[in-house]
């Protein structure tokens, strides 16, 4: 087998149902690995659609699911809540984080 190019190696990440064609059992273990772990930290707590309002099922985010082949030929999945849809509901002042200025962070250097 021929050796990846670097652009391969660090571009490509396919969605679940492209990684599942190319990947196959591989691909399923790595998924499954990554829904254990969110499971077993408690960090998404599933709910039937069914049981949703049409509201909450407006603002509810997707949850995006990705597959890549690392450089040791292991598969990786990588999941990502999708936050788009949130700029509709939140304001900028609840999402936008203070920055501290360089003048302010030299004196708390200097001053530690």
Not at 60 to 67: C, D, I, Q, T, V
Not at 71 to 77: E, L
Not at 85 to 91: A, D, S
Request: net charge positive; aromatic share 8%; charged share 25%.
């Amino acid at each position: 087998m021929l050796p990846k190019t670097h652009a391969h190696i660090m571009l490509t990440q396919l969605n679940v149902k492209d990684g599942l064609t190319a990947y196959g059992s591989r691909g399923v273990k790595a998924i499954m690995k990554e829904i254990k772990q969110l499971h077993t930290r408690q960090a998404l707590m599933p709910h039937n659609k069914n049981d949703m309002s049409y509201e909450e099922r407006k603002i509810a985010l997707r949850y995006l699911m990705f597959l890549k082949e690392k450089c040791d030929r292991t598969i990786k999945s990588r999941g990502f809540m999708d936050g788009r849809p949130q700029i509709i509901y939140t304001n900028k002042e609840d999402t936008s984080s203070p920055t501290i200025s360089i003048e302010e962070w030299y004196y708390h250097v200097q001053w530690t």
